[in-house]
């Protein structure tokens, strides 16, 4: 395993971060405690969750209760990261990222991960509606108290990233090390201004849906249903990505990748992880072959030709 700084801070994580949105869903209680040992068993030490997964709302806890359950009696090999700020009630402050809902919902994630502290607490979304300030101070309260080590940020553009900086240094609070976006070969947005924006800061970028949910695995093809079970399947809003635009760079990179002899899921996820800026790449999984297959990602001899033919093929895809 390979592992990186998270930003500026003294941090290592695993280049390889393990994603649980599958866990409690797709992948059932066993088989997502499988993964995780399997994952730790091969260097993987960052293992990202949520309060809430927003693929699958109906398992709202679950995610972060079965780490808590394949972590005991390995909890100093983990790298915990879990988020707060999604709707967790029907209640007007069950959501969003308001000193109370964040300092509620810290303390439901310590009980259902059985630990005394997060290491990188991530706050989901930007919130309009509560200043940034305040979010941030019960940030460092939670880090003065000892029950986060770290704190980041999910799906924030770079002006909202910019702004919680300055915020954090006008009045001396603790900063976002990290932010997690989205990014593949199918989804390239981040990389005019998030990216450029991270690197000067010295922000970490753990990056979701490195694989473009699915698409860039082989599993979907033009003319062919979804398989059963499959993402596209289980999650219909997931499906309006299977379009022709898409399927038509996993054809042309299941082509480079047969070239090369990989996968086309380890082709793609040696690119991402080799991506000027990113620290460290999420990877979900539902089967021990899938991720198996997934880690020889890590060490996958590219040329710097099948590099820049991927960034070539992908590159209309910076802006969508």
């Not at 649980?20 to 994952?39: C, K, M, P, Q």
């Not at 001899?301 to 991927?310: A, C, D, H, Q, V």
Request: net charge neutral; proline share 5%.
């Amino acid at each position: 395993m390979q592992y990186r700084q998270l930003g500026r801070t003294g941090l290592r994580v695993s280049v390889f971060g393990l994603g649980t949105n599958a866990f409690g869903g797709r992948a059932d209680e066993a088989t997502s405690i499988a993964l995780i040992h399997h994952a730790l068993e091969h260097g993987v030490n960052l293992i990202d969750t949520s309060n809430r997964s927003p693929a699958t709302p109906t398992m709202t806890e679950l995610s972060e209760t079965i780490m808590g359950r394949a972590l005991r009696g390995r909890r100093d090999q983990a790298i915990i990261a879990t988020k707060c700020g999604k709707k967790t009630g029907n209640g007007p402050n069950d959501a969003n990222c308001s000193r109370w809902h964040i300092l509620q919902e810290v303390e439901r994630s310590l009980r259902r991960l059985q630990t005394d502290h997060i290491d990188l607490y991530q706050i989901h979304w930007f919130d309009p509606t509560t200043p940034l300030e305040e979010t941030l101070r019960a940030f460092d309260d939670l880090v003065r108290a000892g029950k986060v080590r770290y704190v980041g940020c999910s799906n924030y553009t770079a002006w909202q990233l910019c702004k919680a900086l300055w915020t954090s240094d006008r009045h001396g609070l603790a900063r976002y090390d990290s932010v997690q976006p989205a990014y593949s070969p199918a989804d390239r947005r981040i990389e005019p201004e998030l990216i450029p924006l991270c690197l000067d800061q010295g922000v970490g970028v753990l990056v979701y849906y490195p694989l473009a949910g699915g698409i860039l695995t082989g599993k979907y093809r033009p003319g062919s249903e979804p398989p059963q079970g499959s993402r596209a399947r289980t999650q219909p809003g997931f499906a309006a990505q299977l379009n022709a635009r898409n399927l038509a760079l996993a054809v042309e990179m299941e082509r480079l990748a047969a070239d090369v002899g990989a996968t086309v899921a380890q082709l793609t996820l040696a690119w991402v992880m080799r991506r000027p800026g990113i620290t460290s790449a999420l990877v979900g999984a539902t089967t021990l072959a899938q991720q198996e297959e997934n880690l020889r990602a890590v060490d996958l001899p590219l040329s710097e030709g099948t590099l820049r033919r991927i960034t070539e093929l992908s590159d209309p895809f910076v802006a969508f």
